[in-house]
Antibody
Framework: QVQLQESGPGILKPSETLSLTCQVS?????????WGWIRQSPGKGLEWIGN???????FSNPSLKSRVTLSADTSKNQISLRLTSVTAADTAVYFC?????????WGKGTTVIVS | EIVMTQSPATLSVSPGESATLSCRAS??????LAWYQQKPGQAPRLLIY???TRATGVPDRFSGSGSGTEFTLTISSLQSDDFAVYFC???????????FGGGTKVEI
């Protein structure tokens, strides 16, 4: 059974870089699926951040593209998100999920506070 | 950006009744539409994809319909476990873009 577990710093300061990882278990990230990041904040609801393939192929939300880097580490079976120059507007729960179009399986999410 | 608008924002129903949730896209998304259920403190759960295909394990009291810009999620014979927030999400491949609606809260 596939499980996804996000991890991150919890709290960071404005202008810092957010780094999150998503550990995937029960399924190889090389098995032909895309993996995505979505965030949820009270003010903006659910917001798609981007998707990445195990090869490194990725696509992201145009509104965040200049600040987002998505990557995959096949040796660790995990995917990562890097978001630069964070502001309070980046405060949200960040989810990783499996899928390219619709998200089939989600992690429980990790809360990120920028303050 | 394709904007997804859900209505109503809140729907009050009684157990055993049916609920009809609407989702409108600002541009034609064909059948590239998914529905999710989210309960407090949990991640969203995929219910429907391709507008009308139920995800694995989703009860058949959940049904989706529509295409283009107008979509509906119907929950028949609501059970206590169905009271939650429901989101629609469109996905178009080129340029890749995924956007979510603001959600409909189904409450008792």
């Amino acid at each position: 059974q596939v499980q996804l577990q996000e991890s991150g710093p919890g709290i960071l300061k404005p202008s810092e870089t957010l780094s999150l990882t998503c550990q995937v278990s029960g399924f190889s990230i090389t098995s032909g699926k895309y993996w995505g990041w979505i965030r949820q904040s009270p003010g903006k609801g659910l917001e798609w951040i981007g998707n990445v393939f195990h090869s490194g192929d990725s696509f992201s939300n145009p509104s965040l593209k200049s600040r987002v880097t998505l990557s995959a580490d096949t040796s660790k079976n995990q995917i990562s998100l890097r978001l630069t120059s964070v502001t309070a507007a980046d405060t949200a729960v960040y989810f990783c999920a499996r899928g390219a179009d619709y998200m089939e399986v989600w992690g429980k999410g990790t809360t990120v506070i920028v303050s | 950006e394709i904007v997804m608008t859900q209505s109503p924002a809140t729907l009050s129903v009684s157990p055993g009744e049916s609920a009809t949730l609407s989702c409108r896209a600002s541009h034609d998304v064909s059948s590239n539409l998914a529905w999710y259920q989210q309960k407090p403190g949990q991640a969203p759960r995929l219910l429907i994809y391709r507008a009308s295909t139920r995800a694995t394990g989703v009860p058949d009291r959940f049904s989706g319909s529509g295409s283009g810009t107008e979509f509906t999620l119907t929950i028949s014979s609501l059970q206590s476990d169905d009271f939650a927030v429901y989101f629609c999400q469109q996905y178009i491949r080129w340029p890749p873009e995924l956007t979510f609606g603001g959600g409909t809260k189904v409450e008792i």
